[in-house]
């Protein structure tokens, strides 16, 4: 059936006909709960109909432009993303690898302009930044980098969360120019740094001159519980990369400058052919604006605290569960096997999750969860963890 498509994809059974907030339809009728939003990328909601009303509206009146023109829907969109974060410019792609791609090129001019010729960005274990040939070599997992060298030079990689790992590299290598982290890592098993991390990161950037770049294409767009992970701590980056949520559903990335980053990037430096389009830009705006009525950071957070707590009730103390960890709505549970095989359990069950390195369990819902539906994902989640460790 799918022979003419490209297996990159290990496909589930089953495929979509129409959603709506956290509920997906399959082609038989059957209704299910979709605890990762489309890997957090819905995070309003399926088919939102402010979102869908955008894009329709824009769709009927022109749907691109080249960069080559001022595109008024996307100036406006960089001016609400800037005023949100606290930063001052913004490049749009069509993804988050994308975005840190330009993430990427931005550090490397800066360390040319600077005088170093062989710039070099500081990664961690454990990371994913994408699978472009640059971003899949700065990623920390060898699994998703096997088969493809030679990746790209200009990394060193560091244990995650690790400052002194970071202070050794700062003394033994002059072409470090950036350090490129995620404020929690998702694919690497959502594991979440010690509090003051970003801050003591912050910190070793200003007295070495590099710029702390953050990924926070899976944390950003109210997924922790702020617009941005990293307003969780007293600290601004100089570059900051978005996706996902951003568009919900519509595909555009994001990446913002503040402070030695804003400017490095020219005329002819960089461009994207579909990037900030009059359509995905008018679609961001309709998600940001639905965000900030609905109080999304808040209900990320409160709603979070909830589904914590009752996993915690409910598998706490169920042997074979190591840790229930999140950070607002990203939240993992970790277990002492291997257990891929939930995901098609749980699909049987009607309920969508994710299991990360291994043997963590990734839930990423909608931020908009009513009380009803967080009580239901607790008792699916419970009752489906519960039967595999039985």
């Known amino acids: 059936m799918h022979d003419s498509i490209m297996p990159t994809y290990a496909r589930l059974p089953v495929s979509f006909e129409r959603g709506e907030g956290p509920w997906?339809?399959?082609?038989?009728?059957?209704?299910?709960?979709?605890?990762?939003?489309?890997?957090?990328?819905?995070?309003?909601?399926?088919?939102?109909?402010?979102?869908?009303?955008?894009?329709?509206?824009?769709?009927?009146?022109?749907?691109?432009?080249?960069?080559?023109?001022?595109?008024?829907?996307?100036?406006?969109?960089?001016?609400?993303?800037?005023?949100?974060?606290?930063?001052?410019?913004?490049?749009?792609?069509?993804?988050?690898?994308?975005?840190?791609?330009?993430?990427?090129?931005?550090?490397?001019?800066?360390?040319?302009?600077?005088?170093?010729?062989?710039?070099?960005?500081?990664?961690?274990?454990?990371s994913f930044h994408g699978r472009t040939m640059a971003t899949l070599s700065a990623t920390g997992n060898p699994k998703v980098q096997d088969g493809f060298a030679p990746l790209?030079?200009?990394?060193?990689?560091?244990?995650?969360?690790?400052?002194?790992?970071?202070?050794?590299?700062?003394?033994?290598?002059?072409n470090i120019v950036a350090v490129l982290f995620e404020p929690v890592q998702g694919e690497g098993g959502v594991n979440i740094p010690s509090s003051d991390f970003l801050g003591k990161l912050r910190t070793i950037c200003d007295r070495h001159n590099w710029l702390m770049m953050l990924d926070e294409v899976q944390t950003g767009m109210c997924r922790t519980g702020e617009w941005f992970a990293f307003q969780h701590s007293d600290i601004t980056p100089d570059v900051m990369t978005l996706a996902k949520a951003l568009g919900n559903g519509v595909p555009i990335g994001a990446c913002l400058t503040h402070g030695k980053a804003t400017g490095v990037m020219g005329a002819g430096n960089h461009a994207s052919t579909f990037g900030g389009n009059p359509l995905v830009c008018q679609a961001a705006l309709a998600v940001i604006d639905v965000m900030t009525k609905s109080d999304a950071k808040q209900r990320a957070e409160q709603g979070s605290q909830r589904i914590v707590d009752g996993l915690q009730a409910e598998l706490g103390a169920v042997a074979g569960i190591i840790d229930i960890r999140h950070h607002g709505m990203m939240i993992g549970i970790q277990l002492g096997r291997p257990c891929a095989a939930l995901v098609k359990q749980a699909l049987a069950q009607k309920l969508l999750i994710n299991v990360t390195a291994g043997n963590v369990i990734r839930l990423l819902p909608v931020l908009l969860l009513s009380d009803s539906e967080i009580e239901q994902l607790i008792t699916d989640v419970s009752t489906l963890v519960k039967s595999f460790l039985r």
Not at 162 to 173: G, R
Request: aromatic share 8%; charged share 15%; with cysteine.
């Open 24 to 126: 997906l339809w399959d082609s038989e009728g059957d209704r299910y709960f979709d605890a990762i939003s489309g890997i957090a990328v819905c995070s309003i909601g399926h088919a939102h109909p402010q979102v869908a009303k955008a894009i329709s509206d824009q769709a009927s009146r022109l749907l691109h432009t080249s960069n080559l023109y001022s595109i008024p829907a996307q100036q406006q969109l960089a001016d609400n993303l800037t005023r949100l974060a606290g930063m001052q410019q913004v490049f749009f792609g069509n993804s988050g690898a994308e975005a840190n791609e330009a993430a990427i090129k931005i550090a490397r001019l800066f360390g040319h302009n600077n005088g170093i010729d062989n710039p070099t960005i500081i990664v961690a274990d454990g």
């Open 152 to 174: 790209l030079e200009g990394f060193v990689r560091v244990p995650y969360d690790d400052i002194a790992a970071i202070e050794a590299v700062a003394n033994n290598n002059p």
